[in-house]
């Protein structure tokens, strides 16, 4: 089946531009997450949706960042007023929200959207 | 302050032998451990996972141990093949839905 989906795969834009991502979970899929991967570094949590209310945005660098997912399904990412330090690999990930244990546990990834701020 | 860590950033191992990938991690709370590969230009897949009532799971080639006492995991590939270079993340969360928290990575090389 189709995987989780992510577009622009590349985003090049100058400082003070906005931004959106676009996220496609995986169908029946209702958590959906957002992370952040810098160079040498692991993902980093930004926000959490279940269902169409985010259920965690504590990762949010700061109210630039929004993010949107208004029929809980896909998902935006928002970035006002872009700095060269929002420079990243924006991942979304989806997972099955009741699940408990075993690998209905594990969330999976999009291919991911490589910011460019100039 | 890291909740998980990956102390080695590379590892580099002959094809066929055995690969060990480590992980430790600070949070008491957290439940459930996986590891993702990632090769570049693409998003972490899923690999393996375990919760923490148990201490090992296996999957083929790849085996995740869990030492809870030592709050340390690791991940074993037998025998390590050529297509498994690529970046491994070990992850953790707590119970539900929570988040992931991400160790920065290792980077595994198989040697022909």
């Known amino acids: 089946g189709a995987g989780v989906s992510q577009t622009p795969s590349n985003k090049v834009t100058e400082k003070g531009k906005y931004v959106e991502l676009r996220c496609d979970p995986i169908?029946?899929?209702?958590?959906l997450y957002w992370y952040r991967q810098s160079l040498g570094q692991g993902p980093e949590f930004l926000i959490y949706f279940q269902g169409t209310g985010a259920a965690d945005d504590s990762g949010l660098p700061n109210d630039r960042f929004f993010a949107v997912r208004p029929e809980g399904s896909v998902s935006t990412l928002k970035i006002q007023r872009t700095e060269r330090g929002d420079s990243a690999v924006y991942l979304c990930?989806?997972?099955?929200?009741?699940?408990?244990?075993?690998?209905?546990?594990?969330?999976?990834f999009g291919p991911g959207t490589r910011l460019t701020v100039l | 302050d890291q909740q998980v860590k990956q102390n080695s950033p590379s590892l580099s191992v002959q094809e066929g032998r055995i690969s060990i990938l480590n992980c430790d991690y600070t949070?008491?709370?957290?439940?459930?451990f996986l590891w993702y590969k990632k090769y570049p230009a693409e998003g972490p897949t899923f690999l393996i996972s375990?919760?923490?009532?148990?201490d090992k799971n296996e999957d083929g080639r790849f085996t995740v141990f869990l030492n809870k006492s030592a709050k340390h995991l690791s991940l074993h590939i037998v025998p390590s093949q050529p297509g498994d270079s690529a970046v491994y993340f070990c992850?953790?969360?707590?119970?539900?839905?929570?988040?992931?928290?991400f160790g920065k990575g290792t980077r595994l090389s198989v040697i022909a």
């Open positions: 169908s029946g899929h209702t958590a």
């Open positions: 949070n008491s709370m957290f439940d459930y």
């Open positions: 990930a989806s997972s099955l929200r009741s699940a408990t244990s075993g690998s209905g546990r594990a969330q999976y």
């Open positions: 375990i919760s923490s009532i148990k």
């Open positions: 992850a953790a969360r707590d119970s539900g839905n929570t988040p992931l928290v």
